[in-house]
């Protein structure tokens, strides 16, 4: 089994603070940004940040759908992490500065990828098909810290 990761990375004209308060918002921003790919999302316990334990239903392709038991830590003061516990499947939310009032957002997922030629292209294909769908998430946080 080999490693797969999808990244999509985006420069958002507000502060890190916002920003990052936004990403780690479970409770009230978290439901506005995901796309019409995730599904059935709720809040487990707490909501911000460090110890919140959310689940929803995300599906990567009409076929395949992954039911995700998110784990919520912040390793560093710029990080949000979500660890399925399901699966290998850990999403890393950064946020930097990236000039005056504008931060850096990215998302990083990885998991263990199938071996043999599922898992060939399951290495080709996923990580630009979560990429994109990272990418309307951050298109919606930008909207919302935005306005």
Request: hydrophobic share 35%; charged share 20%.
């Amino acid at each position: 089994m080999a490693q797969v990761t999808a990244t999509a990375e985006r420069i958002v004209p507000a502060p890190v603070d916002k920003v990052l308060g936004a990403v780690a918002d479970y409770a009230q921003t978290r439901p506005r940004i995901l796309t019409e790919q995730y599904s059935d999302y709720a809040v487990l316990s707490g909501g911000q940040g460090e110890g919140t334990s959310a689940t929803w239903k995300l599906a990567a392709t009409s076929k395949r759908t992954r039911h995700v038991k998110a784990d919520i830590t912040q390793p560093t003061p710029d990080t949000v992490v979500e660890s399925d516990e399901n699966s290998s499947m850990v999403t890393t939310w950064r946020v930097t500065p990236a000039g005056e009032g504008a931060s850096t957002v990215s998302i990083t997922t990885t998991w263990n990828g199938a071996g043999g030629i599922g898992g060939f292209f399951e290495r080709t294909f996923a990580p630009k098909g979560l990429a994109r769908i990272h990418s309307g998430v951050l298109d919606k946080l930008e909207s919302v810290v935005r306005g």
